[in-house]
């Protein structure tokens, strides 16, 4: 089944986030850096919560700041990631490996969560950041496209994204 997806398509979404998203988000990693350098520089540990709300938010920022994550994910020690407590940074760097790659499946699934309390806002916004730029991204490079191709893409299934072209009025 094909999708007439017109130009317009992405017009009709809301931005991936607000200027006041961004700026509180920009705040946080002022924060939470100046926060790894003081653990750093102080006791020579740094809490694992900040390392996954630092890097929450070099994901969830627009654009995603695909390569400070990777960076921060190189400085984070191997006992941390390998830890008990470092479970959820995996699952974040899963999300940032899917973004990097771009394998939007892999970002979707990994995006599902659960989440610890520090990390889901931030998540729920990345999600929905992510996913309205794919609807934005798939408006502006498809006049036609396969409706299984498009539920790819957004990373949702085709009865879902058969509903959404109907309510963007295509």
Known sequence: KLINCLIHFYKRFNPCLSRKMVEDL???????EQQELDCQT???TVPVSVYCELLACYLAMDPPDLPQAKYLMQRIPATVK???EG??????????RGMWTRDNPAVFAALAGPWSSGVE???????QGFRDSQKR???EAYST????????????GE???????ERAGL
């Open 159 to 165: 009865t879902e994204a058969g509903a959404l072209a």
């Open 82 to 84: 390998q830890g008990e």
């Open 42 to 44: 102080g006791s020579g």
């Open 145 to 156: 496209i396969k409706l299984g191709d498009m539920a790819l893409y957004l990373g949702m």
């Open 137 to 139: 991204l798939v408006g």
């Open 121 to 127: 806002q931030i998540m729920a916004r990345l999600g």
């Open 26 to 32: 920009k705040e946080m990693v002022t924060r939470l």
């Open 87 to 96: 479970a959820e940074l995996t699952k974040l760097w899963a999300v940032g």
